[in-house]
């Protein structure tokens, strides 16, 4: 458009400088170069209005492209979220579960523990026997003043009786297993018959074994332990902590559904 109006600006000085150029033809000349001059404006507004657009448009591209980027960001960010709470949420939905088997188990022994103690109400009331949890397991303890005499393994009178009274309860749990386990106090003990407190406790724990055995109980449902003096319950430092560990326990067994599960092995194998 400027090389046009170089053009027209030429031929009106060629035209003015001839002589024989009528008025007419100047005039028609000069509109010719005012209709150029106006389209020349428009264009060139034209021009700058679609350069304001063509930045506006840019910018919107460059700030559509920062958005698409932050919802990406944000689409995977709240991916890695779900899947965090997704395993967080089965973890957690996995520790409900041991724990609702820990806890029916414990009811479990703890329903036992209570109907057994009903059951050897009169035992314990006498003070022949004691119902007790330790160390995890359910444990009756039958005083070794009541079931021997003093260094002996033959169990006397009033044992068999005591004896014999729990027998008859556990002989009810058919399915159960249990290990008998002879106590000492650290009093050291030498005999032609024992030559330390294992043999006199395991001695002990044998023959409560047999007197079960012949009471009716299933051989394959019995053990025998001797733990001499190594297992207190009380202070040797006193007569009565002595006697007090001067003891026959009768160990409930749990079975393998009374265990927590075990869900990993210790690290190297």
Not at 146 to 173: N, Q, R, W
Not at 177 to 200: C, E, P, Q, S, Y
Request: glycine letters at 8%; aromatic letters at 4%; proline letters at 3%.
């Amino acid at each position: 458009m400027p090389k046009l109006t170089t053009l027209l600006l030429a031929s009106i000085l060629a035209v003015s400088s001839s002589a024989c150029v009528s008025k007419s033809t100047h005039k028609k000349v000069l509109d010719e170069l005012a209709a150029c001059q106006g389209e020349l404006g428009s264009c060139q507004t034209t021009s700058g209005e679609q350069a304001d657009k063509i930045t506006k448009l840019e910018a919107d591209l460059v700030e559509t492209r920062g958005n698409l980027d932050s919802e990406s960001a944000a689409r995977k960010q709240a991916d890695e979220d779900l899947a965090a709470l997704s395993s967080n949420l089965q973890a957690t939905q996995e520790e409900l579960g041991v724990l609702r088997k820990q806890r029916e188990a414990t009811e479990k022994r703890l329903k036992a523990f209570r109907e057994l103690t009903e059951k050897f109400r009169s035992l314990v009331d006498t003070g022949k026997l004691e119902v007790v949890f330790r160390n995890g397991q359910m444990v009756l303890k039958l005083p070794a003043g009541i079931l021997f005499a003093s260094g002996k393994a033959d169990l006397s009178k009033e044992g068999k009786g005591a004896l014999g009274e729990v027998t008859d309860v556990l002989v009810e749990f058919k399915d159960r297993r249990f290990m008998i386990a002879g106590h000492t106090d650290d009093v050291k003990i030498k005999t032609r018959k024992f030559k330390n407190n294992w043999d006199l406790s395991t001695a002990r724990a044998i023959s409560v074994v047999q007197f079960m055995i012949d009471a009716g109980f299933a051989a394959e449902n019995l053990a025998a332990a001797g733990y001499g003096e190594f297992d207190p319950v009380a202070p040797n430092d006193t007569t009565d902590g002595r006697q007090l560990n001067r003891r026959i326990e009768i160990v409930l067994v749990p079975d393998l559904s009374e265990l927590p599960t075990l869900t990993e092995e210790p690290a190297g194998g």
